[in-house]
Every structure is written in C-alpha cells, then in structure tokens.
Nanobody, 115 residues
Framework: QVQLVESGGGLVQPGGSLRLSCAAS????????MSWYRQAPGKERDLVAS????????NYADSVKGRFTISRDNWKNTVYLQMNNLKPEDTAVYYC????????WGQGTQVTVSS
C-alpha cells in the first residue's frame, strides 16, 4: 500500500524559509521519480519540482527556480523541499506525489506566507 506523508508546513513571514518532508512507503522508493505539487485556493494543482530516482536530475517551475531545492534520501525513503525567500504567492497546500503504476498523492501540508 503506497503511503506518502508530508510534514513541515506552517505559517512563515515573507522572506522566510521552510523545509517540507515527505515520508514514503509501499513502493520501491529508490526507483521512482518523486515530485512536489502545490494548490492555492481556487487554483489548479501545479508541479513545483521533481527529482530523478538517483537525485541527479531536478526540475523546477519557473516561479520557484533559485528559491526552492528538492532533494531525497533513498536510505530514509524521504523527499524534501527546501523553500527559501518565501513569498505570499507561495501560499498553498503542498503535496508529495509519485507515479507507481498510477498516481499517488499525500494528504498535503499547508504553507502560509504572510506578515
């Protein structure tokens, strides 16, 4: 049974930082591309970043390039999203995702950027 459990969200001021974590189980984590998505109120769920199975290749949405970093620890079955210089427009629910025969999502973690 595939499980993805996100953590690390919260309320932060503009310019601040947060580190999201996603603990994965139920599939061969080290063989799968992992991704982070986000969904703001009233908007579609958008891809934020993805990372290859070895961690050697990463991709980012233009809106977060230079501010966010995706990484993974294949020994801990965990993927991370380090978010720096946060902006109010980064406010959203952030989801971890994997495609393993079909798409799976975590329950999401709320990130709110506000002064």
């Amino acid at each position: 049974q595939v499980q993805l459990v996100e953590s690390g969200g919260g309320l932060v001021q503009p310019g601040g930082s947060l580190r999201l974590s996603c603990a994965a189980s139920g599939f061969p984590f080290r063989d799968q591309v992992m991704s982070w998505y986000r969904q703001a109120p009233g908007k579609e769920r958008d891809l934020v970043a993805s990372i290859s199975s070895t961690g050697g290749t990463t991709n980012y949405a233009d809106s977060v390039k230079g501010r966010f970093t995706i990484s993974r620890d294949n020994w801990k079955n965990t993927v991370y999203l380090q978010m720096n210089n946060l902006k109010p427009e980064d406010t959203a629910v952030y989801y971890c995702a994997v495609r393993y025969y079909r798409g799976y999502w975590g329950q999401g973690t709320q990130v709110t950027v506000s002064s």
